[in-house]
């Protein structure tokens, strides 16, 4: 049975530029793949409460709120050595306090699980990790009329509005930023854009991710073009345990890793279509 941590006295303050290298060590201490530029994009891109015990970095949280539709949580951290210590409790409080958006969608791991559950939130879905360095990928047979292009300038309203039809909301400010960091590949048909997939620097070394897609073909071919190319990186996809995906990606040498549990309070998840995510931009955004 575990038991909980004296009480400590601990502040809680709006996430900072100057908060982010003590919150990228702190995410060091429990193992997170996380570098300092991922912690800045996240940021960039959302908002963050941080717990201090002195000066003493003790917890981290953060949101992205996307079209007043859905906002996201992620990147919960409790200082290891003084966790059941009312930390993260009170931090997703403070949290949940700050959003009025109908449906709050979280990814949790097996040690925040049962606090979550606490503050309402319930099991909708899975994501699967997977990782590794893979030598090569099968060439993905186009149908006629597709086919996959670097991504242009004038794409960034209809990326947008296919990662709006896939996810529930648009997230302008987050494929923006994408757009800046990392390099993409759309999918065209008949010169229509059907479907995406992002390229970038995080944790250990690249993630695919996201992928949009309509079908489990299409992404398939959005997905074998990145690992094509970088044969013998390490890479990293985060998948929709629906998405008919991870045999096919265990068999290119990217393994699956144990998956999250995908967690909502409120209004239930959105019905995607006809587009679907395939590929998250991270366990945290979504």
Known sequence: MSVSQPAIQFDLCPMSESDLAAAHALSRTVGWPH????????????EGLVAYSGDRMVGTAMWWRYEGRQARIGLVIVDPTIQRAGIGRRMMKAVIDRLDEPCIILNATDAGETLYRQLGFSGASTIIQHQGAAFGAPLVALRAGERIRPLGRNDAERLITLDAMALGARREKVIAEMMSQGDAVVLDDGGETVGFAFFRRFGRGHVIGPVVARDTAAARALIAHWVGLNAGMFLRVDVPGESGLSD?????????VSPVLTMVRGAALPTPGPYRTFGLV???LG
């Open 35 to 46: 570098r300092l530029e991922d912690w800045q994009f996240a940021l960039t891109v959302g």
């Open 282 to 284: 991270s366990q945290a």
């Open 248 to 256: 096919w990606l265990d068999g290119l040498g990217l393994a699956r």
